[in-house]
């Protein structure tokens, strides 16, 4: 049976979620766990704190790329705890200047996108010096696909004035757990991560291609309504 949420869970979730809009599988249930870890971080720990945390994180992942092309793949599962240390920071520095009635949007918002962009960076390189030959490319495209995410994200942003993280039911949080779980793969099985990761691009590519799409007819629909509005105006007048 579902355990029902308290309404202080229910109050601190509606507090950190004032700035954004969530659609991702997993929301509830990361949300939820947001507010647990919010109400036992210690006092002396800042936003900008976790924010380095979650690029240690990154830091961790990239290591372990390094070290499964010069020792044994089996370094690699090193990438799986940095993801979880990433998501641990990443998740909860802005959110919890929102627990604590100090949110710095604009700062947040630029020094989280910052950190995010260098850190997909960082990533990919990861792969590309984990991957051979001509695979390498499938890591430069997981950059660029990645990127063109972000953008369309920020243009969303900047015509509807909602700011979301997520393409439908896939968010950040999805695809730590994915790439996670491509490799442990590779630990057992030499190679599944080339194609998954290929897999991985393609996917990616098709909802850039939707986000894209979707986000271009919201600003022609914007232009039209701002164009109708502007013709009652000058009816008025």
């Not at 989280?112 to 495209?141: H, K, N, R």
Request: net charge positive; hydrophobic share 45%; proline share 2%.
């Amino acid at each position: 049976m579902r355990k029902p949420i308290s309404d202080e869970i229910r109050e601190i979730v509606k507090r950190i979620s004032t700035d954004r809009r969530r659609t991702n599988l997993l929301k509830n249930y990361e949300q939820r766990t947001i507010a647990f870890f919010l109400q036992r971080i210690p006092s002396w720990t800042t936003s900008d704190m976790l924010t380095f945390l979650g690029f240690i994180g990154t830091m961790i992942t990239f290591t372990g790329f390094v070290l499964a092309t010069f020792f044994h793949r089996g370094f690699l599962l090193l990438g799986v705890a940095g993801f979880a240390i990433n998501w641990f920071g990443d998740s909860l520095d802005g959110r919890l200047a929102y627990y604590r009635n100090k949110p710095r949007k604009w700062y947040g918002f630029s020094l989280d996108l910052s950190i995010d962009w260098i850190s997909t960076i960082i990533l990919g390189w990861g792969y590309v010096f984990y991957a051979p030959d001509q695979w390498e490319m499938v890591g430069s495209g997981f950059v660029v696909l990645y990127g063109w995410a972000m953008i369309v994200a920020l243009v969303r942003y900047r015509v509807t004035g909602n700011y979301t993280i997520d393409s439908g039911i896939l968010g950040p949080t999805e695809l730590r757990i994915i790439i996670s779980a491509i490799l442990i793969a590779e630990v057992f099985i030499k190679d599944a991560i080339l194609y998954a990761g290929a897999v991985a691009c393609l996917l990616l590519f098709v909802i850039d291609i939707k986000d894209t799409v979707k986000l271009i007819r919201m600003a022609d629909e914007k232009d039209i309504a701002e164009r109708e509005n502007n013709l009652k105006d000058s009816d008025v007048r």
